[in-house]
């Protein structure tokens, strides 16, 4: 018996489910069921039919036919015996004899198809193991997840009684007014990025208070702007009432999460001006372990004064972390590697008016965690109604200050608000993007360390990756310019500059 294909076709000759066990084209297989119908004989109580070629074995399923295409030569006992075990099949998976129902179940038909026939030749099977293979059943992946259960509940409880000893730890450390210990590991937390065209000025703004604005003034005149500032008025009402009853409010006008925290520029800009940029991107495990940390640095130069063309740039170089400096191919290299200083390689020429040059950019690679300017630890812990999370975060690079700086962590949908616990800073808890965001205004020196604690229904694998982004005016491998001369002198040049470090992306997955 070499059995062709196995189909469940209508009266017309559609196909609904068609299982090929030879090679054989999608056009050749629609045009023998689409002949099929006009071969039957009315009246006749045969359940085959054959053509020059192959032999149509079938049987009526009510509106529908099933239908075994086979050779010719084929044993046709044994293919009326596989016929009847194809029709007993479909019941199994169909609850009604329809073509919808089929369609439905289309891929359970053939997966059952599959163990009834192999490679055209039927397969020693019944009823019971064609359910038993489909349904793949195993008791020794049931004791596998059962052990694996038990593994992770034990696993859990014990991270839970461990966050519990960090934070009691942590109180005790505050209430006797000692530094409070940092605990290791880099945790499971994850960062969100910023556009690379995001700027910090030397004159940056004081951050924000979480205070109320005031509703904005509106010109006067019998217009309808009048009206929906009457509305502006009830809403800013309600929200003073909410703040008088200790809720906390963040404004929506200020989203931590925007990549448009861009601070404005300089206001006096000098006809000599250098933007210092820098970008982050880490990645890391939620176990621990920092995969990859790259920050790529650049120098760029603008002149808007012709007299001021023929200048040199005065470097200082403080970074002791190893990155990899690189000059821009009209810099004269000697000079840079001698004396730190950027110029041309010949004196004699300007740099271009009115244009951003890069003159100088750097590189940092590293796998070192002690690198990491702000360490994230994550720990949640299932408990009887959910889940507790703790969240903490450590500035290890204490040069730094990070400005608006918000830590998103995904939660659970369907599943109301999270319950917040210990709070250092700000929160919002975002309903239509599923995200709890942790607002802090600064993060430096003097505010280096914070923690976060809610509840919520959900899964541990619900809260990652956690994601935060930040701003700052401080360069991280503190490459500056102090001092921009003319090359004819050595006399200073009035010259304004700005720093930015932002983040480009930072995970841990």
Not at 31 to 41: S, T, W
Not at 398 to 420: M, W
Not at 428 to 436: C, E, T, V, Y
Request: glycine residues 6%; hydrophobic residues 35%.
């Amino acid at each position: 018996m070499v059995l062709l294909a196995a189909a469940v076709c209508t009266k017309a000759g559609k196909a609904i489910v068609s299982r090929q066990f030879v090679e054989m084209t999608r056009t050749r297989i629609e045009g023998l069921l689409a002949a099929f119908p006009k071969l039957m004989n009315t009246g006749k109580q045969h359940t085959f039919v054959e053509t020059d070629s192959v032999r149509y074995v079938y049987q009526p399923l009510e509106k529908l036919y099933m239908v075994l295409i086979t050779t010719k030569n084929s044993n046709i006992l044994e293919d009326l015996e596989t016929l009847r075990l194809f029709s007993r099949v479909i019941p199994e998976y169909c609850r009604v004899l329809e073509e919808s129902e089929i369609s439905d179940h289309c891929f359970d038909l053939i997966f059952a198809f599959d163990e009834i026939v192999a490679l055209g030749y039927r397969e020693n099977v019944n009823l019971a193991q064609i359910r038993t293979f489909t349904e793949m059943d195993s008791h020794e992946e049931k004791v596998f997840r059962a052990v694996r259960e038990t593994q992770e509940r034990e696993a859990k409880a014990e991270m839970r009684r461990k966050a519990k000893e960090l934070q009691q730890a942590r109180r005790d450390a505050e209430r006797s007014g000692k530094k409070v210990p940092a605990f290791g590991g880099f945790g499971s937390g994850g960062m969100s990025s910023v556009s690379s065209g995001s700027i910090i000025t030397d004159t940056i703004v004081e951050p924000e208070k979480p205070k109320i604005t005031p509703t904005p003034v509106r010109p006067s005149g019998p217009s309808k702007a009048l009206k929906l500032g009457a509305k502006g008025k009830e809403v800013d009402n309600f929200v003073d009432k909410l703040k008088s009853e200790g809720e906390t409010i963040i404004s929506t006008a200020k989203r931590g999460s925007d990549a448009s925290k861009v601070l404005p520029p300089p206001v006096n800009m000098e006809s000599v001006h250098l933007r210092v940029e820098e970008k982050i991107s880490l990645t890391c495990g939620r176990d621990g372990g920092l995969q990859n940390m790259e920050v790529l640095g650049m120098v760029t130069l603008r002149v808007t004064d012709d007299k001021n063309g023929r200048i040199r740039l005065v470097v200082i170089n403080n970074d002791n972390k190893g990155l990899q400096l690189q000059t821009h191919p009209n810099v004269d290299k000697k000079l840079f590697t001698t004396e730190s200083v950027i110029g041309l390689k010949n004196p004699e020429k300007s740099f271009p008016l009115n244009n951003d040059v890069g003159v100088l950019k750097w590189r940092l690679q590293t796998s070192d965690e002690s690198l990491i300017p702000l360490t994230i630890n994550c720990w949640p812990s299932e408990s009887g109604n959910g889940c507790d999370v703790n969240i903490e975060y450590e500035l290890q690079e204490e040069s730094l200050e990070l400005n608006d700086v918000v830590i998103s962590i995904p939660v659970p949908s369907g599943v109301g608000a999270p319950v917040i616990g210990d709070l250092d800073g700000e929160y919002k808890h975002d309903s239509r993007r599923n995200i709890l965001e942790w607002c802090l205004p600064v993060i430096d020196a003097n505010n280096k360390t914070g923690s976060l604690e809610f509840s919520i229904n959900g899964q541990p694998n619900d809260f990652f990756p956690v994601t935060v982004s930040f701003v700052s005016k401080r360069s991280y491998c503190d490459i500056q310019v102090s001092k921009v001369t003319h090359v004819d002198g050595d006399s200073s040049v009035r010259f304004s500059s700005e720093t930015s470090f932002v983040v480009d992306k930072y995970e841990i997955l």
